[in-house]
């Protein structure tokens, strides 16, 4: 009988050992900037603050933005968005995730804010699986979160009576977080809550690091998917 429990303990175990393992190899295969976004920011003088990529205003306006990577997608290409967020006065923090999965670090948008104790108040969000890490923070964060904004992405829990300000930006031809999911999670979001559409975007140009499996092709450049992101964000961010 002993032996019998001790290989069933044994196969449990192995099966878990080759899980974590399948897991991590998985992760690995991610996707990496574009030659856009090359084209666009110098790669080679990207700074770090010891939690992920940085950019620093030359004039701070006392506000910061912290965006959390989507699934298996380096934090590099979302440096286009954190150079020109950071032109407009932002400090930007885009963090080193464990294994590029947001949900496996959600906690590092606290680590991130004391890092950079100047900036008065914080705005996180993130890019599809990045969107839900960040939401899973904001269940119980720091005092100076001020905001909470997705890109292809929605919550994972109910924030309707927070009274949080939020933000959803969405693709009109996304093939991952689709219309009808965004649709369908209106009701987790506060009254108030500001949805913006971007015609002809989709997924994978939230970021810059080419197509992606599952998606659909856009109708607008990267480029141009991207600075209506950053037109947006800093909208509702002005607005709060």
């Not at 449990?12 to 295969?29: E, G, K, T």
């Not at 987790?188 to 500001?194: E, K, N, Q, T, V």
Request: cysteine-free; overall charge negative.
């Amino acid at each position: 009988m002993k032996k019998w429990l001790l290989r069933v303990a044994m196969s449990v175990l192995a099966l878990l050992v080759i899980a974590i393992v399948s897991f991590v190899v998985y992760a690995q295969f991610d996707y990496g900037p574009s030659e856009t976004l090359a084209e666009r920011v110098d790669l080679s003088a990207l700074e770090s603050d010891g939690e992920g990529l940085f950019f620093q205003p030359e004039s701070p306006n006392g506000q910061g933005i912290i965006l959390f990577q989507g699934a298996k997608v380096q934090k590099e290409a979302y440096a286009y968005l954190g150079k020109s967020l950071s032109e407009q006065g932002f400090v930007v923090s885009i963090p080193q995730l464990p294994l590029n999965f947001g949900i496996l670090g959600s906690g590092t948008a606290g680590s991130v804010m004391e890092v950079h104790p100047e900036v008065e108040e914080w705005f996180l969000g993130g890019h599809s699986l990045g969107g839900v890490a960040a939401s899973f923070y904001a269940e119980d964060p720091s005092p100076k979160l001020s905001g909470l904004f997705f890109l292809g992405a929605y919550p994972a829990s109910d924030f309707s009576e927070s009274g949080l300000p939020m933000l959803s930006i969405y693709g009109e031809l996304d093939g991952l977080s689709t219309i009808e999911d965004i649709e369908a999670s209106r009701e987790l979001f506060p009254d108030g809550s500001i949805f913006e559409e971007i015609e002809g975007g989709n997924h994978a140009q939230f970021g810059l690091y080419g197509e992606q499996k599952g998606d659909n092709p856009a109708q607008i450049t990267a480029v141009e998917q991207q600075d209506q992101v950053i037109e947006a964000l800093i909208e509702w961010i002005n607005k709060n």
